[in-house]
């Protein structure tokens, strides 16, 4: 397991050993540049924001989440807990959502997720140990080993705009399974992380 940091050096590094084995990645390295990194701290923060943008667009997400800090400036789970009845729903959440979030700030103060245990772990650990709560699906889970543990193999292959770009990039003519996305990035391991930076880059199609 490689645990190196994720910063705009190693994602170079990473994704220069991909272009070497990935002829289309490495096309499209030559006309998009390297994604930048992403990197979000480590705890509720960033499972709170995993779930508010859980199928939403990252502007819709961005604006919930601007109206949930004016309420949670302190942004603590027991903080949560105890907002008035409806705050989050009129910050734009939906009542799953709410139910997730409040499930979540719950689990953390009960110590039911501890968030600092989860670096010890490795991949498929932290992704059980996650995944255990509700509303935290897989792809919630891969996305925080990303971006908040900065784990170096991750691929969240449930991820809509992943499948596309991969459609794209790859000149499929159906958008693949999660399944075959695996299978089609499969020799990324073990930097796929930085693999699944780039089709995020390419899929918004941002310039080198």
Known sequence: MLKTRLDQKQIIEDIDRIALI????????????????RIRPQGFETFLTIIVGQQISTEASAAIMTRIRELLPDMFA??????????????????????????????????????????DLDDQQAIKAITRLRGLGV??????????????????????????????????????TAKQARTLIAHWSPWSSAGSLFLWHYYRGAPG
């Open 78 to 119: 027991a903080t949560l807990l105890n907002l008035p009845t409806g705050a989050l729903r009129k910050a734009g959440l939906s009542g799953r959502k709410v139910e997730y979030a409040e499930r979540l700030a719950s689990a953390i103060v009960k110590g039911d997720l501890n968030p600092d245990t989860l670096p």
């Open 22 to 37: 990935d002829h289309e990645l490495k096309v499209a390295l030559s006309s998009y540049g390297y994604p930048q990194p």
């Open 139 to 176: 792809w919630s889970a891969e996305i925080y080993l990303m971006f908040s543990l900065q784990r170096r193999d991750v691929f969240p292959a449930d991820d809509l705009a992943l499948q596309v770009a991969l459609q794209r990039l790859k000149n499929l003519d159906q958008r693949p």
